[in-house]
């Protein structure tokens, strides 16, 4: 039996993540930002803080409080210890939640000066409850190496995995990963090889600085060429190569616009070996530009319209650096919860799961990860979303990937994950919700992304085993779809006249009967003569937020901005072409519910084969 083994190190970030981002640190100590920039002169080092005399410090914090209630559930651990050395003197005090958050003081030490260790049992904490410690100096006080310690089995520390990076001409985010790789080099030491897999036009390898930081990863790197498979594809070929190379108990997949606490590896691999069954392990995203803040604690699949989202309960965008937001304040931060899946920004696969599960569906992009946690929880394999395991991601309100050309990918992909589990009788719902939405995409002259739509749907009719030879293919024909609508074309807007009228970018805030309100009297809308200003003037320019579907079909004309450039599209409303896409949507949807029992048995019975490393490896091996 190894005793005092550290679970979870009590770490700050790096110098440099400090500089880039310091409200970074209230994730590590409870802080407002204001109370950052003086914690941050404290710091001595990844493990060590110098607190002055007076001075106290609460790390009820997202990254180094422990969450037992996720240990409790899930592991062999029965108990933790609070070990660290303190140099000076303290005042010490362990503390604890619950579920519904009320705190209890464990532990009260006054001025203490030496190796400090407490040991907490973890049998109250089945529903929820984090464990932290709050100090104050006594006199200028030096903490080092704090850690939450269990006694483990003497084979334990062994295991290894290897990291899956996929991307696409993403190269200054890649090097940036690399330096953080190469500065934290130490808490590699359980990480067998990086994978990057480079699908980009542009070459990675000869990136400015890429090769010179490899170089001082000894050997730990290795990027591989391939053509774009999406997402699925570079993920899939990171767990492809892990499998091959036979040395990794895991796989830790990880998007390449993302900043990764090094620390959450070995996070991730402890709880992995200790948790009583196969399980996998996700960790957080927080928002790159706005680094407190959560962008999902726990997700979930509805099962009637298959439709991504968080768990009821839970908040989107929660910043922990603000006092109310904190997590002591955090009530539903606090209980447990179980979760359908965890997104592959960053996520810790055992190998013994993608040997019975497969790999990646080849959907290219979207639902590839919400799919895989599905199938590996039909075979028994549980996914936790671990606190206190994060990466900083771009955020998503930068992207336009509803309505541009991942649209395709978002309908055909939900409806192939419905097709898995849904049967004739519980499909009515499903394609109900399916269709007011494509109706109202049209209804919003959004043309090109009901074509879209069209195009998805009628996919669904092909052999599902043959998906993985769309992979190649299928974004060539998107664009040139798109090519043929306005509405999916940027220009600066000083290529257009100005609008007719006084833009009123006003927040939409009707509640459910305004918004349906609004739909009603948008689709009435479409059978009035179209109203186009001689001149080419557009009627309104709409901020991208603002381009609500309950509000565009009740206009005739409109500049759009872009979420992701500053560019505008001209949405033109055209009667003619409405009406033709809602024919075809409606006799497609009819068509579906009619052939969903045949199309439901044949997608769920090549699922396992759509996925498997067979069909993969050809593919790659090509």
């Not at 640190?25 to 710091?43: G, N, P, Q, R």
């Not at 195009?455 to 043929?484: C, G, H, T």
Request: charged share 25%; proline share 3%.
């Amino acid at each position: 039996m190894i005793q005092d083994y550290p679970l979870y190190r009590v770490v700050f970030p790096t110098s440099k993540r400090i500089e880039d981002a310091i409200d970074c640190l209230s994730i590590y100590a409870e802080c407002e930002i204001a109370k950052a920039y003086k914690i941050s002169k404290w710091i001595k080092s990844r493990t060590k803080i110098e607190i002055p005399k007076g001075k106290e410090l609460s790390f009820c914090s997202y990254f180094n409080a422990f969450p037992a209630s996720y240990w409790k559930r899930n592991t062999s651990v029965k108990s933790v210890t609070l070990i660290m050395n303190v140099k000076g003197k303290a005042d010490i005090k362990v503390l604890s939640t619950d579920e519904f958050a009320d705190r209890s003081v464990l532990h009260t030490e006054k001025d203490f000066s030496g190796n400090f260790r407490f040991t907490v049992s973890l049998k109250a904490f089945e529903n929820g409850g984090w464990i932290w410690f709050d100090v104050k100096a006594k006199e200028k006080t030096e903490f080092d190496k704090m850690f939450w310690a269990a006694d483990v089995s003497d084979n334990f520390g062994h295991a290894t995995a290897s990291i899956g990076v996929t991307t696409l001409n993403k190269a200054d985010y890649c090097l940036k990963q690399l330096k953080n790789f190469e500065e934290n080099f130490s808490e590699l030491k359980n990480i067998d090889k990086i994978y990057f897999v480079d699908q980009g036009s542009e070459n990675l390898n000869d990136y400015k600085g890429v090769k010179e930081e490899i170089a001082k990863l000894d050997g730990k790197v290795k990027i591989i060429k391939q053509k774009n498979l999406g997402g699925s594809g570079g993920f899939s070929r990171g767990m492809y190569e892990t499998l091959k190379d036979k040395k990794s108990e895991f796989v830790f997949l990880l998007d390449d616009d993302t900043f990764l606490e090094t620390e959450s590896l070995q996070r991730a691999i402890n709880f992995a070996s200790l948790c009583n069954e196969p399980t996998i392990v996700g960790g957080h995203m927080f928002t790159m530009g706005e680094a407190p803040t959560i962008h999902a604690f726990a997700e979930r699949i509805r099962r009637d319209v298959y439709k991504w989202g968080t768990v009821p309960g839970t908040e989107q965008a929660h910043n922990l650096s603000l006092v109310p937001k904190f997590l002591s304040s955090t009530q539903w931060m606090h209980r447990y919860y179980d979760v359908d899946y965890n997104g592959w920004w960053m996520c810790l696969i055992p190998i013994k799961v993608i040997e019975k599960t497969g790999l990646a569906i080849p959907m290219f992009i979207k639902w590839d990860d919400s799919e895989f946690g599905l199938r590996a929880f039909d075979l028994g394999f549980k996914t936790v979303s671990l606190p206190g395991t994060n990466v900083w991601h771009e955020a998503w309100q930068g992207k336009d990937d509803a309505v541009d050309w991942t649209a395709y990918y978002h309908w055909r992909n939900r409806f192939i994950v419905a097709l898995f589990y849904l049967d004739q009788k519980a499909s009515l719902r499903f394609l109900v919700d399916s269709y007011i939405w494509t109706i109202a995409m049209a209804a919003s002259m959004r043309y090109s992304v009901a074509t879209l739509y069209i195009d998805a749907l009628n996919f669904l009719y092909n052999d599902p085993v043959d998906l993985i030879e769309d992979l190649e293919i299928r974004k060539p024909i998107i664009d040139k779809v798109r090519k043929e609508f306005s509405d999916a074309q940027t220009h600066n807007l000083s290529e257009f006249p100005h609008p007719r009228y006084k833009t009123d970018n006003y927040k939409i805030n009707a509640g459910k009967i305004g918004t349906l309100a609004g739909l009603l009297f948008g689709f009435l809308h479409q059978f009035t003569p179209e109203k186009h200003d001689p001149d080419g003037r557009a009627d309104y320019y709409i901020a991208p937020l603002r381009a609500h579907w309950s509000r565009m079909p009740n206009l005739d004309s409109a500049l759009v901005a872009s979420n992701a450039t500053d560019k505008v599209s001209l949405y033109k409303r055209d009667r003619k072409k409405f009406f033709a896409l809602a024919k075809e949507l409606t006799k497609l949807h009819i068509r579906l519910f009619r052939d969903w029992g045949k199309l439901h048995k044949a997608y769920s019975d090549a699922r396992f084969e759509m996925s498997s490393v067979k069909k993969w490896k050809n593919l790659f091996e090509k």
